[in-house]
């Protein structure tokens, strides 16, 4: 596996813009120079390095699933039958087909080797998605799953202190 590439040391603007974009990406150039003590076009040269540098990898909506008509969240544990290259890459590719599949992790310490959070309209459409789809990719060799009541805290901000 290849070494993860650091950005170098940030400095407080730095970290300041990226505090502030991670909570609201939509916020005006001006707004956000305002916000950390710059003038614009400082501040917009900083955001663009970040962008080029690769830390700053993109910007999103957050969506509520709910409004949508997904009123069931799970996570799934998936183990594997045998631990290759191929048949990771085979379950990644197909999981990552899945709209319902809003996360997937490669997992260690579990007897699980995937963890998946999907999203589903009810609990048939989960039994669909588990039974025809899933525990059908080549190599899965069991799952297992549990209900989210309630998230607790659904921070996706990475600190940057």
Known sequence: MPAIDTFPALDRYDRHI???LQRDGRISNQELAERIGLSPSPCLRRVRALEESGLIVGYRALVDSKRLGYSLMALLHISMDRHTPERF???EEKVAA???VLEC???TGQEADYQLKV???DMEDYQDLLLNRITRIDGVSGAHSSFVLRRVIDNPAVPVG
Do not use: E, G, K
């Open 119 to 121: 999203v589903v309209r």
């Open 18 to 20: 990226l505090d502030i």
């Open 98 to 100: 899945l709209p319902q």
């Open 105 to 107: 992790l490669l997992i």
């Open 89 to 91: 890459a085979n379950f």
